[in-house]
């Protein structure tokens, strides 16, 4: 059984920094697409970044020049740094992962990690 378990959020000033973490597991084969989404309180889940296996990085249009999304190291591993967080920043952040096993391929979403911006 594949899980997707996100990691870091937590409490944060307004124009601090945090770093998101993404592990998978429960599959011997590698991810081979890594995206971020996140859910603002009463809103539905939008999408900030994505880091396809090309390595063209894309980010949604409030995430672009603060939030940078990258791999680890490790195959199933990935990384969203947050600068210049504000208020709106604030939500549940999610981890999606696209895995392919041969010509099939599987889409897991994390629970969630919640990122709190004060002021």
């Known amino acids: 059984q594949v899980q997707v378990v996100?990691?870091?959020?937590?409490?944060?000033?307004?124009g601090g920094s945090l770093r998101l973490s993404c592990v998978v597991s429960g599959t011997g084969f590698p991810v081979?697409?890594?995206a971020w989404y996140r859910q603002i309180q009463g809103k539905r889940r939008e999408y900030v970044a994505r880091i396809p296996n090309?390595?063209?990085t894309q980010?949604?249009?409030?995430?672009?020049?603060?939030f940078t999304i990258s791999r680890g190291s490790a195959q199933n591993r990935?990384?969203?740094q947050m600068n210049s967080l504000n208020l709106e920043d604030t939500a549940e952040y999610f981890c999606n992962a696209?895995?392919?096993t041969g010509s099939r391929a599987g889409n897991?979403?994390?629970k969630g990690t919640l990122v709190t911006v004060t002021s």
């Open 6 to 14: 996100e990691s870091g959020g937590g409490l944060v000033q307004a």
């Open 32 to 34: 081979n697409e890594f």
């Open 54 to 56: 090309s390595g063209a």
């Open 59 to 66: 980010y949604s249009p409030s995430a672009k020049g603060r």
């Open 78 to 80: 990935m990384y969203l």
């Open 98 to 100: 696209v895995i392919w």
């Open 108 to 110: 897991y979403w994390g």
